[in-house]
T-cell receptor, first 114, second 115 residues
Framework: SAVISQKPSRDICQRGTSLTIQCQVD?????MFWYRQQPGQSLTLIAT?????????ESGFVIDKFPISRPNLTFSTLTVSNMSPEDSSIYLC???????????FGQGTRLTVV | KQEVTQIPAALSVPEGENLVLNCSFT??????LQWFRQDPGKGLTSLLL?????REQTSGRLNASLDKSSGRSTLYIAASQPGDSATYLC??????????????FGSGTQLTVLP
């Protein structure tokens, strides 16, 4: 499967600031997703990143808080805006070519908001 | 609402033992099921993908089975090693997920293999 390079791998940020996470795939991929993993929890889907159009957000997540870009089929960014300590989580990007293919993940970004 | 459940939440075994991790899902209309491994603070490593038409998949010491009609999957790990210690996640692509085709995750089983 393809390889996703995600950065930064970790960051400590001040409340009220924003952080942009980048994911670069080594080949074109049809679908890209962003997940959040809160401490001790499983993964929750934030949104599907759509190439060339607005992302599709899951219930409880909004574009103003988590703006997403996907300018082409190999790159996507997630911004966590106006951060609070409750945003401290691991954020992961994922890709897959279709529903019958293997999903693969970046290394994750461990975010701590102080 | 589609849900994925994993039991047990945590498991500790001595090295060399064979073990089984369980995953259940609420809707049998699925495309596939995928098992992942996650080391502390890290991303996910894909272990096995089972399509809805398949009954099992094998990779090395790992064997995953799928019983779609009963909504269950198991991950069998043979001859466990301390390096197998990690959290194992089960994830399902439900047909009702629409065009997004995203994964729905279970809460994971934290495995510790004692030397």
């Amino acid at each position: 499967s393809a390889v996703i390079s995600q950065k930064p791998s970790r960051d400590i940020c001040q409340r009220g600031t924003s952080l942009t996470i980048q994911c670069q795939v080594d080949s074109q991929v049809t679908m890209m997703f962003w997940y959040r993993q809160q401490p001790g929890q499983s993964l929750t889907l934030i949104a599907t990143a759509n190439q060339g159009s607005e992302a599709t957000y899951e219930s409880g997540f909004v574009i103003d808080k988590f703006p997403i870009s996907r300018p082409n089929l190999t790159f996507s960014t997630l911004t966590v805006s106006n951060m609070s300590p409750e945003d401290s989580s691991i954020y992961l990007c994922s890709g897959r070519q279709g529903q019958n293919t293997e999903a693969f993940f970046g290394q994750g970004t461990r975010l701590t908001v102080v | 609402k589609q849900e994925v459940t994993q039991i047990p939440a945590a498991l500790s075994v001595p090295e060399g033992e064979n073990l089984v991790l369980n995953c259940s899902f609420t809707d049998s209309a699925i495309y596939n099921l995928q098992w992942f491994r996650q080391d502390p603070g890290k991303g996910l490593t894909s272990l096995l993908l089972i399509q809805s038409s398949q009954r099992e998949q094998t990779s090395g010491r790992l064997n995953a089975s799928l019983d779609k009609s009963s909504g269950r999957s198991t991950l069998y790990i043979a001859a466990s090693q301390p390096g197998d210690s990690a959290t194992y996640l089960c994830a399902v692509t439900f047909m009702s997920s629409g065009s997004a085709r995203q994964l729905t995750f279970g809460s994971g089983t934290q495995l510790t293999v004692l030397p």
